[in-house]
């Protein structure tokens, strides 16, 4: 399996990306994605996650309301929408996979994903 991210860029606060996730896997619809990110210095941090089907989300409280997480099991892939960026948002993103996850569920911590894209990185100047 082999996940690949793409669609960071930079932008000015308040503006919008989607970033998507492109993945290999001839089971993507049971795989269970997430999107982390990682900042200049701090540690890489949970963003969003979503279930087989797309049924479950969840979302850090930091991007709540702002960012939508959604799946094309169709494509084998995952985006992530982010609208009213914020500076505090530039980080290098993440996709996530967990390849043996359970119908239903959702993953908030990392170790808890088996397969990691290349990440992508996201400016976000004010």
Excluded: H, P
């Excluded at 989607?18 to 990682?38: E, P």
């Amino acid at each position: 399996v082999q996940l690949q991210a793409s669609g960071g860029g930079a932008v000015q606060a308040g503006g919008s990306l989607r970033l998507s996730c492109a993945t290999s896997g001839r089971t993507f619809s049971s795989y269970v994605m997430g999107w982390f990110r990682q900042a200049i210095g701090k540690e890489r941090e949970f963003v969003a996650t979503i279930s087989w089907g797309g049924r479950r989300k969840d979302y850090a409280l930091s991007v709540k309301g702002r960012f939508t997480i959604s799946r094309d099991n169709a494509e084998n892939t995952v985006y992530l929408q982010m609208n009213n960026l914020k500076s505090e948002d530039t980080a290098i993103y993440y996709c996530a996979a967990r390849t043996n996850g359970v119908s239903g569920a959702v993953y908030a911590r990392d170790y808890e994903y088996d397969v990691w894209g290349q990440g992508t990185l996201v400016t976000v100047s004010s």
